[in-house]
């Protein structure tokens, strides 16, 4: 990808300025008007061309939009990363990469080659692995099956999803490469059920009706670590979240996913409906909707749009946050206490691991034998749980001086180093 | 790999946590005596196959080692990562790519297919890339390249680093792989130099002498956003070092670059010397070494140490980090002003993208005619790029009020705004 | 492959020579009992893994037998140069290889790539290929396609062949693989029909039971130019025969073909059943039959064999044939003839296109105005298609000389001139 | 490729048949002048790119000759398969597959995979498997080596041909993928001296002048099995020639080895030059010469010739022969011996296995204590080495009958049973 121009960000509406920014980008990517309609299926060919749309959800709860993010497509692909956290929910990570690696596979998306040891799909984002998920999935039939998938894309999206049967009817009467893959796998092993079943809910679970603020809330919630910030719904845990997220990072773009981490650095996936879905974790998630796609199969806009947000607002995920501010806001010394006098240390902003050992170097050397040690987390936001456990175990190793009080103190009024659990 | 034991963290040492935590994870790593001295030239063969080290560099500045730290071995791969950040430094992403490609290759790290299309290379860290790197790198004859690259490793390790030259000689005399494929990329015109040139500075650049420390230092400068903290030098721009990190997430373990991912998240690199570096953007980098290999040619106890680092001190990169605080600490009234009177908007913690847009979207309707609306950053440790432009333009899109004066106005005592450049 | 020891033919037997020379190679193949017998589906496992026979057919007719040469197994891949002739001889060479390639692929039997641009297997010996040669002929249920093959099969056996319907019942319950070949091809556009009568065909065709003097007589056919030699029967065109031969010797051992070819040099195709068919094209068909299968799926004893068979008795396909004789035996005067005299030339032997060149450039100078050149054919046992066009045209070329009298004539008694079409 | 047009041969020309087949078809391929020079270097675009002209060497020693038969140019790739034959007649074929595999590649001519397992290239007929058979040849260094290489291509011309010293400087300058392979088969082992030594003499054998003559006559030599038809001399063994032949089946048209069987079936090779070697077994070498190549490298109108020329005169290697004639031609029954008289059978024709096989199971019920049974050769042109060897052996298995007279009796006056060795 060429570098972008460069560009300064302004605020045309201070009522909304996120949807503000979303309006620009769209108007950049309007423009490109190249790549074409899925064509596969006949339903495919009826979307709207020129349809555009954009969505984005803050971990915070709130959500922006712009153009046509309300105009349903089907989820397709985009469909994939959600029913693998649903499958490692359920089953747990061991039991998930018996029957599907988490490698890129540096081949299109319905590559299909299997790891010849083991007979799994690469990865899970591919067709080959993703059947392979909605296959784990607890049911009997492809009912049973798409029932909890559709329950699980519900709970991703805070709201009820529809089926388009008439899309459901083509990809069963056309998915013959499926039913390969399905085969494929069936024969290796690591299928969880029969080809056929595994298909049904397959095709079932790309046939899910959705629009771009759907996949924004979808991705929020991965990005919110599994705790949908809409319907505060925890829908999978904080490991699944990690987990999905790992694998959206190395395998979402399939054969481009390197060149898509370098230049955007938000994991994605698309889908042939023209969904794209994107996240920065502990940030946000977008959802954004362009039906035209380029020879890889994805939005040719979608892309456009993704990419110019990373770029103006400096979005890539290991974009550097600037050098770290000390968390220790202030020493001070109270000299009340007789006999030598406690220590307050105020402590301020995200501790983390860094953080956390910036505060242990610096105020260990203050522990002794004259007065208390208090580390005051009054203003501190967040601290991760590593950090915690360091700080909560930190009275009881110092022990208690000898006035019988205690070497060091924790003064944590919201709570912060209890954790999110 | 199979899932860690559960691990309650404890601080045996009060005067270094950091350092204990180390001394733990090289208890767990010691019994792992299986894998072997890389032999395929006789120095390798001499290292002590007991030797056992690690440390720990905060991108605060702090170092914390156990075991043989300070045990040198040549660096072999790991210093592809950091050639490849030289050479986008000299030249850009843009003619940096030109060269050689981002993408894993699913193959091993002397794989010798190129892209078809473009005779690229599929990254920098596999021996084709790396050798295109070198190649790069100003200077007519090796020696001149050498000389670049040295001062260029000298910066991140923050000293003055040997060549071994027995070890040098060595990969001359043996390196025939090596030089078919610096033949193959110079057939493919994606080599900068001839292939003797080129293979003579890269077998000089893996013979640099390092220790863990030294690899500790150096990846906590990428995890710095390319300023070196011990010695304070700016060694590479902030987008080289982004880059440089994406690649090693993609493609750093080879062909199991994804597994790494979703178990360990610490973007890594390893060389047959026993070294491997790791690190966790924004926080710190490490440094391992233990010389006996796996089959794929990592450090056994290396990846023993790392995996469980992560595991017990949750420090994958893309950990949950909890819920968000609400960067909005109080909301006060000031009512000393007549006619209405401001509001004081007291800021606090790290307000990035999500953070700005939470600020925004809460704040934006309590701008009007009434009085100032007052953002208060002083207990703000630090604030994104995009972020700071953001608040930056607010007082003058606001405007004035009828009374004449600002509707917002910004309180940024510790400059956070001002940002890092 | 090792080299053979030297050996020196000897005839213990007066009554059948060549019953005895397959005695001797079955006594050189049974000491060898390493294998195993096939074992994905339980019928193959109940085969006598000592059994042992062998079996040759010339194309005069004659067939000789050794050891379990009436022991009958199923056919399986060995049926599949045999349907690939039927599909040749129903649609035309054209039709076919829009379907399938010609290619040795350089992968097992069970190969799934599929050529990129036109989505054909590699060629017809490989499952997938083979599947698609079952689904192109006539038959709209598997049972109708079936039964085109099997009289194909019982044409070029010369007898009835049973269908083993407890080894069909396995392969239908057992095929998920082949279902993803026939599902993969189906969906590439080559399948000449849908996946499951494409599959319901193949599986039946793999369960036709045979031995190996049924073999013998198959490959005779083939190698006799389509005409079954035992039953006189024309089953396929000459053309067809030439282009299965072609094929089997470029893909007939999957990834070890131009070993085959190097060291054995007769076209062969072997079964998991335990047979194999092989051929000298002009000369001879030979099966063998021993279940246990070695790593590729190939009869261990059947290997041994045909390798011991063609090394002992020189029947490499390619093997030297000596030093040619002058197809000229005698060049006579015949001075009755007044004025001149004729030359009579009396020829004898095969006489192929090089032997045509060496009559016609020998003897061209001879004609002119003074007599009659003959070409006496009488001692001649056969005469290429190409060569006997030649030689049938001279009379007319050379003309009347001035004495009214053909310059060429032509002796031909047993009308080895007029072909065998 | 598309089926030809049906085509009946004539004779335009009674002085040289064969040089009018050559003329019709390269009136057949002239109009084809799509293609392009070759042009890596300077040298290979000075050709003329309208040069067209055809030979065809006899195994019986006359050449035919049509257009630019003597017109020079470089034997580049066309070298490969004679020095792999003065490989295997130096050091064996044990030694020469440890170095090289015999497996076609399905990868083009330039291809860099090597097997895993051993490091072979995978055949001598690609660069990388040349370059190792170059570097087999005796000598210390490139112009020893090539000094024998040198002889060995004058011994299968016939002639001494010259090196064109400027396209060898040329291939030198610009051979970094040769180099690639080279240091490649170093490193595995697999190159049987240094990389520089073994691209010198590689380079130069590409560099050699050769005509369309020339090529027709080295390829006679295989024909002929080895004894160079024109000069008489033997250039290698049976074996070699065999083995030979056998790899250039195989293998010799790279990704296209299998479709050149089928459709044409006179096995071939091809250099960027313009030329192509093909042969019939046991018949005739054909060189041909046109410089524009298509996108594989092959010249487009050699690959229009050699079809052409099977299909008019169906000379494809495993054409049908037509219904084998018995070698039988007479039984007779001589009287004059009192108490029963001896049978004659008067033989005909060529005699290998098959016939053999006929004689001895048709004749073998007459041996017994009436008589003798006289074979008489006199007629047969040709038998078998293993043939030869059952007929010598006959008369002392059958032993004497009661009268004291041998049951069997050989009658050979040209001594067709004393083989050819």
């Known amino acids: 990808m060429a570098d972008a121009e460069p560009y300064e960000p302004t605020i ?28 596969y299926i006949p339903e495919l060919t009826r979307a709207d061309p020129e349809a555009l749309g954009a969505a984005l959800a803050s971990v915070r709860g709130s959500v922006h939009e712009s153009g046509d993010s309300e105009t349903t497509f089907t989820i397709q692909s985009v469909s994939k990363p959600f029913v693998f956290a649903l499958a490692l929910e359920q089953s747990g990570l061991a ?17 299909i080659s299997l790891e010849p040891a083991t007979g799994r799909p690469l990865n899970p984002l ?28 519900n709970a991703f999206a805070a709201r009820e999803l529809d089926l388009d049967e008439s899309v459901f009817e083509s990809e069963h009467a056309t998915g013959d490469r499926n039913r390969a ?39 929020a919630t991965l990005a919110n670590g599994g705790r949908n910030p809409i319907s505060g719904e925890r829908v999978i845990g904080e490991d699944v979240a ?28 698309s889908g042939v409906g023209g969904g794209i879905v994107a996240m920065q974790p502990e ?57 030598g006098g406690d220590t307050i240390a105020r402590l301020r ?18 522990v002794g034998d004259g007065g208390c040690l208090v580390l005051d987390f009054s203003n501190v936001t967040r601290v991760g749980d590593a950090a915690a456990a360091l700080f909560r175990g930190l009275p009881d190793v110092a022990g208690l001086g000898p006035d019988g009080r205690p070497r060091v103190a924790v003064l944590d009024p919201e709570g912060v180093l209890v954790g999110d659990a």
Not at 14 to 26: C, K, T
Not at 304 to 325: D, F, K, N
């Open 181 to 219: 893959l399905a085969y494929l796998t069936q024969s290796a092993g690591t299928l969880g059920s029969t080809a056929e079943v595994a298909t049904g809910a397959y095709f079932r679970q790309c046939s899910v009706s959705v629009n771009a603020r759907d996949l924004a809330i979808m991705a």
């Open 349 to 366: 902003g995200e501790v983390f691991f860094a953080g956390a050992e910036e505060v242990l170097t610096r105020l260990a050397p203050l």
């Open 242 to 269: 990690r987990w999905t997220t790992s694998v959206m990072t190395s395998c979402g773009m399939y054969d481009a996913s390197g060149d898509w981490l370098v230049h955007v650095g938000l994991p994605a996936k």
């Open 12 to 39: 045309p509406d201070l009522r909304d300025p996120i949807r503000a920014a979303l309006d620009s980008v769209l108007d950049v990517a309007r423009p490109h008007t190249d790549g074409a309609l899925a064509s």
């Open 95 to 111: 039991e998930v990469i018996r029957h599907v690696g988490v490698e890129p596979s540096g081949e299109p998306f319905n590559a």
């Open 283 to 339: 940030e946000f998630g977008i959802g954004t909707f362009s039906p035209r796609l380029d020879a890889r199969g994805n939005s040719v806009r979608g892309i456009v749009m993704l990419r110019t947000l990373s770029e103006r607002y400096g979005l890539h995920m290991l974009q550097h946050r600037g050098a770290p501010h000390s968390p220790i806001a202030q020493l001070e010394r109270d000299d009340r206490v007789e006999g």
């Open 126 to 153: 591919i067709n080959a692995g993703a059947i392979v998920m909605s296959s784990l999935i607890t049911g009997d039939t492809a009912a049973e099956k798409f029932a909890i998938i559709h329950a699980g894309l």
